[in-house]
């Protein structure tokens, strides 16, 4: 007997229309070979137009909250985006007994802890493996396949839009704001590009690999989040002379007491370090199981198809979960509220530092600025100087080997009230 199994979609954007795409492309084989049998019955989009696109026979509405009470909907998959709907429409689908897939990463950071103890006690599957990193199967790496392994430590790429932005401004030296009317053009940038090129959507992924990670709710809200709107062409020029790429890393490390490494900015990577060389749209995990040893995990990590392949694996794990009548609390009930994870500071990192200053060309200029370092205690590794053409006074890198960043932070509070500083200086962590 085939499973059969009614999926109602909300949203046919650029995530839904891919989700259709495939599961015309593949339903034969789930049929034929899987024996699950999948019919699209209801859809919901904001336009006719859109919904013009949805399959002959499926039922077709803009009001979500529908497709949530529909009693011939079993799986309901959220592709709408943003927080309040989706929240409601969830909420609402779990209580009604659906089970539910999304790719909405923002929702999952924010609401996690209500909604997983929610499917837990509806006994429904709350699948997400879409809203971190695209296609690169990365939450079901971390649910099932490391389940055996403490997790020693995490760096990611997980916005594509930062990582394709900084790969352009690198290879064609453009300016920030060009590559990200680029990014946008091609599609990869969320609405609202600031969650992508402030951080903010990197943030809300690494709390969902945090707290599948550490299995307790990490807010992002607590993170200290840096984006890419502050790196230059002439950064990234000056990092790839010193051997580094730029990249924006999510960081996960265990600290003292328990507490965690939780923070998003961009770093500068050494060329040999496998996250250096993932480039354009292309997202990476790099991941440390104390038993499995170091992986990478890399691959498209935005964009309508990538995400629809991790939104219909997740359909097939939920129908094949229902075939067996196994509605899994163990593996979705991954961010209890009241066991939440306390951040290390940032202030508390003990790292290499990229710090380029902008200077008066005066005697001595280098020299003050060298003790000053000093009287911190923090000691250089490399230090150059360049006069740029078309730029006013002279640019300074130093490379400072492990230091505090507190002290590095009030060293240059210090050098900033020096009368040759003439611009703000760029501070960049590096990530060994
Ligand atoms: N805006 C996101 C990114 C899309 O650039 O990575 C995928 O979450």
């Not at 795409?21 to 209801?42: E, H, K, M, P, W």
């Not at 969902?208 to 990490?218: E, M, N, P, T, W």
Request: aromatic share 6%; proline share 5%; glycine share 10%.
């Amino acid at each position: 007997m085939p499973l059969k199994a009614r999926v109602g979609i909300i949203g046919l954007g650029t995530v839904g229309s891919g989700v259709l795409r495939l599961l015309a492309q593949q339903g034969g084989f789930f049929s034929s070979r899987l024996n699950i049998d999948l019919t699209v019955s209801a859809v919901s989009a904001r336009s006719a137009e859109s919904l013009d696109t949805a399959p002959a026979g499926a039922y077709r509405t803009t009001d979500p909250m529908e497709i949530c009470a529909r009693p011939d909907v079993d799986i309901v998959l959220e592709l709408a985006g943003g927080c309040e709907g989706p929240l409601a429409w969830i909420s609402a689908a779990l209580r009604n007994g659906k089970h539910v897939v999304t790719a909405n990463k923002a929702l999952i950071a924010a609401h996690g802890p209500e909604l997983f103890p929610l499917a837990a006690k509806y006994r429904r599957v709350l699948a997400f493996e879409g809203a971190v990193g695209g296609s690169i199967p990365i939450v079901k790496t971390l649910q099932e396949s490391f389940v055996a392994n403490d997790i020693d430590g995490m760096a990611c790429i997980i916005n594509g839009t930062c990582n394709h932005i900084l790969t352009e401004m690198t290879d064609r030296k453009i300016p920030f704001l060009d590559a990200l009317k680029e990014a946008q053009a091609l599609g990869y940038a969320e609405a609202d590009p600031t969650l992508d090129v402030e951080g903010m959507d990197a943030a809300h992924k690494l709390a969902i690999l945090a707290a599948l990670s550490y299995r307790k709710f990490v807010d992002y809200r607590e993170m200290s989040v840096t984006g890419i709107t502050q790196i230059t062409p002439l950064d990234l020029e000056l990092a790839g002379e010193s051997g580094y790429a730029v990249k924006l890393l999510g960081v996960l490390e265990p600290g003292p007491d328990g507490n965690l490494f939780a923070h998003v900015y961009p770093a500068l990577l050494a060329k040999g370090h496998p996250l250096a060389s993932i480039h354009g749209v292309s997202n990476a995990v790099f991941v440390k199981g104390s038993a499995a040893g170091s992986h990478i995990l890399s691959g498209p990590g935005a964009g309508g198809l990538p995400t629809a392949s991790a939104v219909v694996g997740d359909l097939i794990h939920v129908c094949r979960q229902m075939g067996n009548n196994l509605f899994s609390e163990h593996t979705v009930n991954c961010m209890p509220r009241e066991e939440k994870m306390q951040l290390v500071p940032i202030g508390a990192l003990v790292s290499e530092y990229y710090l380029r200053f902008t200077l008066n060309d005066i005697p001595g200029a280098i020299g003050e600025i060298a003790t000053l370092l000093a009287r911190y205690g923090i000691s250089i590794n490399f230090a150059l100087q360049k006069v740029l053409p078309g730029r006013a006074g002279v640019t300074i890198l130093i490379l400072t080997q492990k230091s505090r960043e507190l002290d590095v932070r009030d060293a240059l509070a210090k050098i900033h009230t020096f009368p040759f500083v003439a611009g703000k200086t760029q501070l960049l962590r590096i990530y060994r």
